[in-house]
C-alpha cells in the first residue's frame, strides 16, 4: 500500500526536513516486506491565502485516485501506535492500494474535506506546528512497520 502525506505549505531545509526524510527512508526500508510503503511527501501550497476552502481544493487535487483519504485534526481519534499500526495493516489487507495522510494548513482543514474522510486521526488535545506534524506522522509510519514486523523499535 502506497502512502502519501499531503500537506499545505512547503517544507524547508533544515532539522524538520532532516527528521522526516530519515523516518520516511526507514519507513520505507521496514515496510517493503510488509507491504507497506513507499511513503512520499506531496506538498501544496495557496499562494494566494484564499484561506481552507482553497487549500481544500489544491489538497484534493493532490489526492491518489482511490485512495483511502485519512485526515490529521484535533476532532480526530486519539490512538495508540499498536492500534496505528492495526489500522495501517487493516486497509493494506483489505486490499488498498492508495492511503492519504492529510495535514491542514495553520487554520485546519476545510470542514467539507474533513467530512468526506475515511477516517480521522489526532496527536492530542495540544495543538502540534503542521511542519513538525509532519515528522511526528513520519516517525508513527515507522514505528507501525516496527511493530507489523516484531522489530525492537517499539517498546510497550
Known amino acids: 500500500m502506497r502512502i502519501s502525506i499531503v500537506a499545505v505549505g512547503r517544507l524547508r531545509a533544515g532539522p524538520e526536513k532532516t527528521l522526516l526524510d530519515d523516518y520516511l527512508t526507514r519507513f520505507d526500508r521496514t515496510g517493503r516486506a510488509l507491504g ?11 499562494k494566494k491565502n484564499a484561506g481552507m476552502g482553497a487549500e481544500a481544493a489544491l489538497l484534493r487535487k493532490a489526492l491518489p485516485k482511490g485512495a483511502v483519504i485519512c485526515t490529521l485534526d484535533e476532532r480526530g481519534r486519539v ?4 492500534d496505528f499500526a492495526n489500522k495501517l495493516a487493516g486497509w ?3 486490499g488498498r492500494q492508495d492511503l492519504a495522510l492529510i495535514i491542514g494548513g495553520a487554520d485546519g482543514i476545510a470542514p467539507d474535506l474533513r467530512a468526506d474522510a475515511d477516517f480521522s486521526i489526532s496527536f492530542g488535545a495540544m495543538v502540534w ?11 508513527q509510519l515507522y514505528r507501525a512497520a516496527t511493530i507489523l514486523s516484531g522489530g525492537p523499535y517499539h517498546r510497550v
Open 36 to 46: 507497506l510503503g513507499p511513503a512520499k511527501v506531496i506538498e501544496v501550497e495557496d
Open 92 to 94: 493494506r489487507d483489505a
Open 79 to 82: 490512538m495508540s501506535s499498536p
Open 129 to 139: 506546528p503542521h511542519m513538525l506534524v509532519r515528522v511526528m506522522l513520519a516517525e
